[in-house]
């Protein structure tokens, strides 16, 4: 029986021609109790074909289901059918169309194959239904049709297999198909599965949105895969070689080129999938889109990028005043954004709207080269881009075969790509960075807007750079006076010494050769004319001593401080004792650098100043210094009379007195000769007082 079912498939009932060996294993299986109870009571009824065999053994303990039909009639079932559906006899079956046990649409189909069975026409031999038992419950058949007999005597056998286990495995199959589709469709990557060949077996959803191709374009495609672009082939080829060793493989970042052309930047990862005996069988290769990641980097890179250059700028700017300097500094930074032919550097009057060039640079032939800044001043309108620049307050970019400055003053010699910066310092337009590319180049807006705040950085520059041009102008002038002035001073002073000797020389003259014949009041005279000469000297004396320490050019040399001091109260020693003042000097006072003359009159104005103002019963005056980095700050105290800070910078001005030349000798330029002195040194000096506490001049000199 096995062999009979095996080769129609286990479906059908036996031809006559096996019917003896059916027989006999029929026979065998009637020895059992079960077997030949049923075999009496239901497989003992002879069941006939119409082309006049008779199967009763075979039909009635067939496995499965049996049906004869006549037309849509049954006319005769076996057990097995019974109890398939639910049945207790085959006499409630018995002339009842088959298709009450066939439910929905396979109903119409096994009715349209009875048609055509009928008809002669071509029908299909095998097929799955879904039946419905008498209990209501469904169950699916795989149905085999076998005609016998002739047109006349027709007769139709169904034999029904039971495929209700298999179903649900296939059911279970295509939900876990479905499960596993969908899953893979509602991936957010794209997924390609290939063999290991490289034929795509499979891609999801992602993958054609990503790429544009469908899953029958990707179904066709192996290796080189026409989503691949062309610069990534050999990588991918090498990371395919790089698996053979690996289970997987991850982050490889390539590019693949969509079916529009257009580039999507994604990262790849790719597993080997293996079998239960350990051999590679399929790649599952996992693309992520990386188009936003890629953008945020290069987003990331191109502000580091500007960030390196403006600190670069920065840096470098902070330390130079000087307007050329600037200009290189600026143009470097530039040139390494954008391709430069030209450039420029032009300072902005806002008042006449005039442009002033400090910087240029034509790079046209291939090399770098400075060019003499333009000498004129020209107005804005004689350059269109930079007008329309200064009137926006942004950046203009214009593109022409026409030079822009063909016909335009301070412009370019050739352009075709143009691009004008406004430079801002405090919301006020100081300057114009002016820069021409070559043609075909264009400005991206990144590059402007990286343009823009070198811009902005550099006009900061600039401005300090202007300023400190123009201080060093004004300070270079005022210099200038200076020396003129003291040269008259100079002259004046030595011009004038003359004049008031003789007048001295005269009066003393006419005093000797008058005698006694003068009266007590014209002896006052002369004596008033001789005492102002005397002051008149002094007062031109002082004059010369402040011109000739301008004037000066003796080089500066290592000093010890204790033996110019030591010197000056050797000097004084009869006013010291005389006052009874007490010196206390610093031991070990440092070295400086200086001229000995000129610092042996600072100690001795200082220390002269300090004994003449003091009116305490004991006076100290006290000399010290302490050392800085680069200078020594020297001070000399006393505990005189003090001044008022209202008077602490009138005291140095030349003839300034804050005493009457009746009670203090001198003629008020001794303090304003120590400041000179003490600036021609590159030092500052400044005082510390209170009026009746004393008095602290200090001082620096620079260190040797």
Not at 63 to 82: I, R
Not at 287 to 312: G, N, P, V, Y
Not at 530 to 549: G, Y
Not at 631 to 658: A, K, Y
Request: glycine letters at 6%; aromatic letters at 6%; charged letters at 30%.
């Amino acid at each position: 029986m096995a062999k009979m079912i095996s080769k129609k498939k286990g479906r059908s009932v036996p031809s006559s021609a096996q019917h003896k060996k059916g027989k006999r294993v029929a026979k065998g299986k009637t020895d059992s109790k079960a077997t030949s109870k049923r075999s009496s009571t239901k497989g003992a009824r002879s069941v006939s074909t119409d082309d006049g065999e008779t199967h009763a053994p075979t039909f009635a303990h067939f496995p499965h289901a049996l049906a004869l039909l006549k037309g849509e009639s049954l006319v005769a079932v076996n057990p097995a059918f019974l109890r398939l559906f639910g049945l207790k006899s085959e006499e409630r079956v018995i002339g009842t169309p088959i298709l009450q046990f066939v439910k929905d649409a396979s109903r119409k189909f096994l009715a349209l194959t009875l048609k055509r069975l009928s008809d002669d026409t071509s029908y299909p031999r095998r097929f799955e239904l879904t039946f419905e038992r008498e209990d209501g419950k469904r169950i699916y058949g795989d149905v085999t049709i076998q005609v016998r007999g002739t047109r006349d005597r027709k007769s139709t056998i169904l034999t029904i297999m039971d495929i209700h286990e298999r179903s649900l495995w296939r059911d279970r199959a295509e939900k876990s198909e479905q499960l596993f589709r969908n899953v893979v469709d509602s991936m957010a990557d794209a997924l390609i599965i290939t063999d290991l060949r490289g034929n795509v077996l499979d891609v999801n959803v992602e993958f054609e949105r990503i790429t544009g191709y469908t899953r029958s374009d990707a179904l066709q495609s192996s290796i080189p895969y026409p989503w691949l672009d062309e610069e990534d082939l050999r990588s991918s080829i090498h990371w395919l070689d790089r698996l053979r060793g690996k289970n997987e493989l991850r982050d490889f970042d390539m590019v693949w080129c969509t079916k529009s052309g257009k580039r999507v930047a994604v990262s790849l990862n790719t597993t080997l999938l293996q079998s239960a005996d350990g051999n590679p069988r399929v790649m599952i290769n996992i693309a992520r889109d990386i188009t936003d990641r890629q953008r945020s980097r290069e987003a990331l890179a191109s502000e580091l990028k500007k960030t390196a250059i403006l600190f670069d700028l920065s840096r470098s700017l902070g330390e130079t005043l000087d307007l050329d300097e600037i200009g290189r500094v600026t143009f470097n930074q530039v040139a390494k954004v954008i391709r430069v032919d030209e450039f420029s550097l032009e300072l902005y009057d806002e008042n006449d709207r005039c442009l002033t060039q400090v910087f240029a640079v034509d790079s046209s032939s291939g090399v770098h080269r400075e060019t003499i800044p333009r000498r004129e001043r020209i107005s804005i309108s004689s350059v269109q881009a930079i007008q329309r620049a200064v009137e926006l307050r942004k950046p203009v970019m214009r593109r022409s075969r026409a030079a822009d400055g063909g016909g335009e003053r301070g412009g370019p010699s050739r352009a075709s790509n143009s691009l004008c910066v406004p430079m801002f310092s405090r919301d006020r337009i100081i300057g114009v960075l002016f820069s021409v590319a070559g043609d075909g180049m264009a400005y991206e807006r990144s590059q402007v807007s990286l343009i823009e705040s070198i811009a902005n950085v550099a006009a900061i520059a600039l401005e300090k750079g202007r300023l400190h041009r123009e201080i060093v102008t004004k300070s270079q002038e005022i210099e200038a006076r200076n020396r003129e002035l003291d040269d008259f001073s100079y002259v004046v002073s030595h011009d004038l010494r003359e004049p008031v000797v003789s007048a001295e020389g005269f009066a003393r003259i006419l005093s000797q050769e008058l005698g006694d014949r003068i009266g007590p009041h014209e002896r006052e005279y002369v004596r008033s004319m001789l005492d102002s000469c005397q002051h008149m000297k002094e007062l031109i004396d002082d004059l010369l001593q402040l011109t000739r320490v301008s004037r000066t050019s003796d080089v500066k040399k290592p000093l010890v401080l204790t033996n110019v001091v030591q010197q000056i109260l050797d000097e004084l020693k009869f006013s010291i004792r005389q006052r009874n003042v007490a010196i206390k000097v610093q031991e070990d006072l440092p070295q400086v650098m200086g001229v000995e003359a000129h610092l042996k009159i600072v100690f001795r104005n200082l220390l002269s100043n300090a004994i003449k103002f003091c009116d305490k019963p004991n006076p100290v005056i006290e000399i010290g210094a302490t050392t800085d980095d680069d200078s020594v700050r020297v001070r000399v105290s006393d505990n005189g009379m003090g001044i008022p800070e209202e008077h602490h910078e009138q005291v140095f001005v030349i003839f300034q007195r804050l005493h009457s030349a009746e009670k203090y000798q001198g003629t008020g330029a001794g303090l304003a000769i120590v400041r000179k002195i003490v600036e021609a040194h590159g030092g500052k000096i400044w005082l510390k007082s209170e009026l009746g506490t004393g008095t602290t001049f200090f001082f620096t000199l620079p260190k040797h």
